[in-house]
């Protein structure tokens, strides 16, 4: 895409131990364009979290990128210095943890904390800060913002930290959003009502969103396109009507064949065999290869390469046919 925002090529983190290096993310590729959601989704293990984290450089030791670009506007985040991030987090980059405490001070009231968010990128009175951030609790769904902010995390319920959370990342508009499956506390409503939020702020200011998540029916609702994830690599990525209507890799369809959510009522819900290989235990090939139905003998072999057309690529020595998938 000529008009990404963020370019992410041969991306590679692994974990070190003492008897070697493995790779949580095993070069991976994608895009994400200015207004656009891309949702990436995959199995627990699958490398969805240590791909976001990588993306902002929060790989803590014994973990280490160790190869790759992320390109953000065209600027180089891999050698970009700890200042220069800083800068970048939590203004024109902001990021969405899946546990709210890993955001929130304990010590500090709600109030303190969004509004310094604010004004450690933006030049305007600590009253004007507390507006805005009263303006997004209500966005998010939280009643009397006023009196909230002058409350501290342990006051909230788990679900209202995290739309705290959520609110905290929105508050200066960012051109990039990477949300690490943000919605999983909430009920229903309240997700729904955060989703049509991050649409409109898509849509409205050109944020870019990378929406990582299990929940393929969030991903059906949200994202432009979908990536899918197994191994710490992308296995299948494209349109998200191309991918969830006629997805062509052998794992993406047992994804959607185990999801209660993407069959029809009275439909069988069936489970992809075996497990998810260990980091330290992945088979050579395909790394899907022991849990698939269409193996073949050069699965074992040969890593396949990505193939396709249309912008919808998968990387499968025997795709299920376009119309099979269908």
Same mark, same amino acid.
């Given at each position: !895409?000529?008009?990404?925002?963020?370019?992410?090529?041969?991306?590679?983190?692994?974990?070190?131990?003492?008897?070697?290096?493995?790779?949580?993310?095993?070069?991976?590729?994608?895009?994400? %364009?200015?207004?656009?959601?891309?949702?990436?989704?995959?199995?627990?293990?699958?490398?969805?979290?240590?791909?976001?984290?990588?993306?902002?450089?929060?790989?803590?030791?014994?973990?280490?990128?160790?190869?790759?670009?992320?390109?953000?506007?065209?600027?180089?985040? &891999?050698?970009a210095?700890?200042? +220069?991030?800083?800068a970048?987090?939590?203004?024109?980059?902001? !990021? #969405?943890?899946?546990?709210? &405490?890993?955001?929130?001070?304990?010590?500090?009231s709600?109030g303190?904390?969004?509004?310094?968010?604010?004004?450690?990128?933006?030049?305007?009175?600590?009253?004007?800060?507390?507006?805005k951030?009263?303006?997004?609790?209500?966005?998010?769904?939280?009643?009397?913002?006023e009196?909230?902010?002058?409350?501290?995390?342990?006051?909230?319920s788990?679900?209202?930290?995290?739309?705290?959370?959520?609110? $905290?990342?929105?508050?200066?508009? /960012?051109?990039?959003?990477?949300?690490?499956?943000?919605?999983?506390?909430?009920?229903?409503?309240?997700?729904s009502?955060?989703?049509?939020?991050?649409?409109? &702020?898509?849509?409205?200011?050109? $944020?870019?969103?990378l929406?990582?998540?299990?929940?393929?029916?969030? =991903?059906?609702?949200?994202?432009?396109?979908?990536?899918? !994830?197994?191994a710490?690599?992308?296995?299948?990525?494209?349109?998200?009507?191309?991918?969830?209507?006629?997805?062509?890799?052998?794992?993406?369809?047992?994804?959607?064949?185990?999801?209660?959510? !993407? =069959?029809?009522?009275?439909?069988?819900?069936?489970?992809?065999?075996?497990?998810?290989?260990? #980091?330290?235990? +992945?088979?050579?090939?395909?790394?899907?290869?022991?849990?698939?139905?269409?193996?073949?003998?050069?699965c074992?072999?040969?890593? /396949?390469? %990505?193939?396709?057309?249309?912008?919808?690529?998968?990387?499968?020595?025997?795709?299920?046919?376009?119309?099979?998938?269908?």
């Amino acid at each position: !895409m000529s008009d990404a925002l963020l370019e992410v090529r041969g991306l590679r983190t692994v974990f070190h131990a003492l008897d070697g290096a493995w790779p949580a993310v095993d070069g991976v590729d994608f895009n994400v %364009a200015r207004g656009e959601v891309l949702g990436l989704v995959g199995e627990s293990g699958s490398g969805k979290s240590v791909t976001g984290f990588s993306l902002v450089r929060l790989i803590d030791p014994p973990g280490e990128i160790v190869s790759g670009t992320i390109s953000f506007d065209g600027e180089d985040l &891999l050698g970009a210095s700890e200042e +220069r991030l800083r800068a970048l987090r939590g203004d024109r980059i902001a !990021m #969405i943890f899946q546990d709210p &405490l890993m955001t929130l001070n304990p010590v500090l009231s709600i109030g303190e904390q969004m509004s310094e968010a604010i004004l450690e990128h933006r030049a305007c009175s600590r009253a004007e800060a507390l507006a805005k951030a009263a303006e997004a609790l209500a966005r998010v769904g939280i009643s009397s913002p006023e009196a909230r902010l002058r409350q501290f995390p342990h006051e909230f319920s788990g679900g209202m930290r995290q739309r705290v959370a959520i609110a $905290t990342a929105l508050l200066n508009a /960012p051109d990039l959003i990477i949300a690490d499956e943000p919605t999983t506390a909430l009920d229903v409503t309240i997700q729904s009502q955060i989703l049509f939020e991050v649409q409109k &702020l898509s849509r409205e200011t050109g $944020t870019a969103v990378l929406w990582i998540t299990h929940d393929l029916a969030v =991903v059906a609702e949200l994202a432009d396109r979908v990536a899918v !994830m197994y191994a710490g690599r992308i296995v299948e990525i494209g349109p998200v009507d191309q991918v969830l209507d006629a997805p062509r890799h052998p794992y993406t369809i047992g994804l959607l064949k185990s999801s209660a959510t !993407m =069959v029809a009522p009275g439909e069988r819900l069936h489970q992809i065999d075996g497990v998810a290989p260990r #980091i330290d235990a +992945r088979p050579s090939g395909c790394p899907f290869r022991p849990r698939c139905l269409r193996v073949q003998p050069i699965c074992a072999d040969e890593d /396949p390469a %990505a193939t396709g057309q249309g912008g919808h690529s998968f990387r499968c020595h025997n795709p299920v046919p376009a119309g099979d998938a269908a």
